[in-house]
């Protein structure tokens, strides 16, 4: 019995896609997410294999995008994520950052240029916008471009960067004398570095980077024409948040079910735990949030086919799902007792790696401020 509800709300095309990506995670990603995340690593080569099902940019039209639906996309990163937040976060990153920030705001020479080989994983695209000092208010960015004849020069370091030190380009937003713009900064030019965070214990199996520049010198070409301001850095951060929404939701299922089977199966004065009825508490509300949750993800995911979705609607849903999936794995984790601290299990995997997700593309605090102002219609960031 399905539940969660999900199965019989989705188009053909939609379970179709939900079936692709599950097979191959179930063959590519869980055999070996374990050794990825312990030894923090995540394979260069997924670029190519995600590219191949047409995962990279897949909500995008032409240039080689798949120009799936808004719920296809948000399924694809649900079965993602069931693997691992990493291998989310790299196609999350790659296609709703990187590739969308060239899609919306590029020219078609940038376009034609970058977005073909990005969305078959042949080229690797990374978002620089956090800053050391600036990660909730990156309008106080201090990274500069500054003009010098035809050209740009920029200098600045951004941190927390996934897909950093494995990416052919960085979209990176500086500000400059008419406000915050995006430029395309190929890894080649000459002042620019890439260098892995570590001794990370959330996301492992995913590449993190710090980006410093160096007096890059840049050609006119190389910015974004139609970004200007902070609300284009942003328009893409809400693309992205869209798919955290459904990632959490995979990475919730699985420590569900994964409970759910040892509770079913784990004997303990002479009972499975899942006879008692402390753990069948804990197992209904688990499945209570993760149908609630799933299900807001699908009514926002219809709303934004139908183009009438709200970026409050997405702060309002990205706080929701990561706070409850984090929730559903810390109680997933207790049903294991000393067998959820092991990566024997996928449960503290999930755990640790939704501590990040639930800061990154935007901290519940700066969510829950956003949906207060909205309902209140006074601003409370200050």
């Given at each position: 019995m399905d539940l969660v509800g999900l199965s019989a709300l989705l188009s053909d095309e939609e379970r179709l896609v939900r079936d692709t990506v599950r097979a191959y995670v179930e063959a590519r990603i869980l055999p070996n997410v374990a050794e990825w995340f312990e030894e923090g690593i995540l394979p260069r080569e997924l670029g190519v294999e995600l590219g191949r099902l047409g995962l990279l940019g897949?909500?995008?039209?032409?240039?080689?995008?798949?120009?799936?639906?808004?719920?296809?996309?948000?399924?694809?990163?649900?079965?993602?994520?069931?693997?691992?937040?990493?291998?989310?976060?790299?196609?999350?990153?790659?296609?709703?950052?990187?590739?969308?920030?060239?899609?919306?705001?590029?020219?078609?020479?940038?376009?034609?240029?970058?977005?073909?080989?990005?969305?078959?994983?042949?080229?690797?695209?990374?978002?620089?916008?956090?800053?050391?000092?600036?990660?909730?208010?990156?309008?106080?960015?201090?990274?500069?471009?500054?003009?010098?004849?035809?050209?740009?020069?920029?200098?600045?370091?951004?941190?927390?960067?996934?897909?950093?030190?494995?990416?052919?380009?960085?979209?990176?937003?500086?500000?400059?004398?008419?406000?915050?713009r995006g430029f395309i900064v190929p890894r080649t030019v000459k002042g620019f570095s890439a260098k892995d965070i570590h001794r990370k214990l959330s996301l492992r199996a995913s590449i993190t980077s710090e980006l410093a520049l160096d007096d890059c010198r840049l050609?006119?070409?190389?910015?974004?024409?139609?970004?200007?301001?902070?609300?284009?850095?942003?328009s893409c951060l809400n693309e992205a948040r869209y798919g955290i929404i459904w990632g959490a939701m995979g990475a919730a299922r699985t420590c569900y079910e994964t409970a759910l089977e040892y509770a079913?199966?784990?004997?303990?004065?002479?009972?499975?735990?899942?006879?008692?009825?402390?753990?069948?508490?804990?197992?209904?509300?688990?499945?209570?949030?993760?149908?609630?949750?799933?299900?807001?993800?699908?009514?926002?995911?219809?709303?934004?086919?139908?183009?009438?979705?709200?970026a409050v609607e997405v702060s309002l849903a990205k706080l929701n799902n990561v706070r409850e999936a984090l929730r559903i794995a810390r109680e997933a984790r207790t049903i294991l007792g000393a067998n959820g601290v092991t990566l024997e299990y996928p449960v503290i995997r999930h755990m640790n790696n939704l501590e990040s997700v639930l800061t990154y593309e935007g901290t519940s605090e700066m969510h829950t401020l956003i949906v207060g102002k909205e309902i209140t219609g006074i601003e409370a960031f200050a």
């Open positions: 897949m909500h995008l039209s032409g240039y080689g995008c798949a120009g799936a639906g808004a719920v296809a996309y948000g399924v694809a990163c649900m079965e993602l994520e069931a693997g691992d937040s990493g291998v989310r976060s790299f196609a999350s990153v790659q296609g709703s950052l990187a590739m969308y920030a060239i899609y919306r705001y590029g020219d078609e020479a940038q376009k034609q240029q970058w977005l073909p080989p990005m969305a078959r994983g042949e080229r690797i695209g990374c978002f620089g916008l956090t800053e050391p000092d600036f990660g909730s208010n990156p309008a106080g960015m201090r990274t500069y471009a500054k003009r010098d004849g035809d050209d740009w020069v920029l200098n600045g370091t951004k941190m927390w960067i996934t897909n950093g030190s494995v990416a052919d380009c960085a979209i990176v937003w500086a500000q400059t004398d008419g406000g915050i050609p006119e070409d190389a910015l974004l024409p139609g970004a200007s301001g902070l609300a284009a850095p942003l079913k199966t784990r004997v303990q004065f002479g009972r499975p735990i899942g006879a008692y009825q402390l753990t069948q508490e804990k197992l209904v509300n688990m499945l209570l949030e993760l149908r609630k949750g799933t299900l807001l993800a699908l009514t926002l995911g219809r709303a934004k086919d139908e183009e009438r979705a709200h």
